[in-house]
């Protein structure tokens, strides 16, 4: 089965407006030059405030998407500080991640509310890049398998078969991100291969969906090892963090997803 190759960069609570119009502008005058003809969907996604910034720039540039880090799964209301998805949308935006893990450990994200946040972006024709993914102490009691299961179908309650078609999802092991401590490729895809075992376990159909869902890999992605990564069956792309703060770095990223697209024929 093949799947689409997507490159994404979390840019977290990095960059001032005037900063991301100034790294947008970078990544799409470097990735215009790349010499591939195929290249894979690459997605930015800054800080809320930055997010006109973004999409403003990337206007007319079909190469590069722009996603948001967070929204609330509500549409409107007496919610102060929060964000919808027709906000999100009446920016350009176009994907979104759900249940990061720092929203996880900081802001007191459980299953329910990457549930009720996945519906909400499918509702609204977002694209969800759903973030699972086990701690420390987890991996260390071996809990890496159950914990990981557990998160995706959490996610999935409820979720009809067919509104999966745009669902993607990022194995993100807590302990690797930010840390500099990278799983090893073969655990990485090894779990990534988890995921999707768990989703056509949780449907129990024959047509396997979760053989068609895009799984990727985030955790101290650098381009000294996402080469390694990509060429795995199981990991169809990056989720990238400081790596995609710096255009070069992020650039050699998205080669090396180049790469993926050039061996393995892409679903559209």
Same mark, same amino acid.
């Given at each position: 089965?093949?799947?689409?190759t ?5 840019w977290k609570?990095?960059k001032t407006?005037g900063?991301?119009r ?19 969907q690459i ?5 809320f405030?930055s ?12 190469k590069?998407?722009v ?5 609330d ?5 007496a ?9 999100l949308l009446d920016l350009g935006?176009?994907?979104? &991640?759900? %249940?990061? !893990?720092?929203r996880?450990?900081?802001?007191? @994200?459980t299953?329910?509310?990457v *549930?009720?946040?996945l519906k ?6 977002l ?9 420390l102490?987890?991996?260390?009691g ?10 995706v179908?959490?996610?999935?309650q409820?979720?009809?078969e ?15 991100i930010?840390t500099?401590k ?8 090894r779990?990534c291969?988890?995921i999707?075992?768990?989703?056509n ?8 969906p979760?053989d068609?869902?895009?799984? &990727?890999? %985030?955790? !101290?992605?650098?381009?000294a090892n996402?080469e @390694?990564q990509?060429?795995?069956? *199981?990991?169809?792309?990056?989720l ?8 070069p ?5 998205i ?11 892409q679903?559209v």
């Open positions: 089965m093949s799947r689409k997507i490159i994404a960069g979390n609570m990095n407006a900063e991301a100034e790294l947008a502008r970078e990544l799409s005058a470097a990735v215009d030059k790349l010499s591939q003809k195929d290249l894979p997605v930015l996604c800054p800080t405030t997010l006109p910034a973004v999409t403003t720039t990337l206007t007319g540039n079909k590069l998407a996603g948001a880090q967070n929204m799964y509500r549409d409107n209301g919610f102060t500080g929060e964000i919808s998805a027709p906000m935006v176009q994907y979104i &991640l759900i %249940g990061h !893990s720092e996880r450990q900081f802001f007191g @994200e299953d329910l509310t *549930n009720q946040k909400a972006a499918l509702k609204h024709k694209v969800p890049i759903v973030c699972v993914g086990e701690s102490d987890e991996r260390e071996n809990l890496t398998d159950k914990v990981v299961a557990k998160q179908a959490g996610a999935l409820d979720i009809a067919q509104e999966l078609e745009s669902l993607i999802i990022a194995y993100e092991p807590v302990w690797a930010g500099g990278s799983c090893d490729s073969e655990e990485a895809n779990v291969g988890l999707r075992t768990t989703i376990e949780y449907y129990k159909t024959s047509g396997k979760g068609k869902v895009p799984v &990727l890999y %985030g955790g !101290s992605v650098t381009p996402c @390694e990509l060429a795995k069956p *199981n990991i169809d792309g990056s990238v963090g400081g790596a995609s703060l710096k255009a770095d992020f650039v050699a990223i080669e090396a997803g180049a790469k993926r697209v050039a061996r393995t024929p679903v």
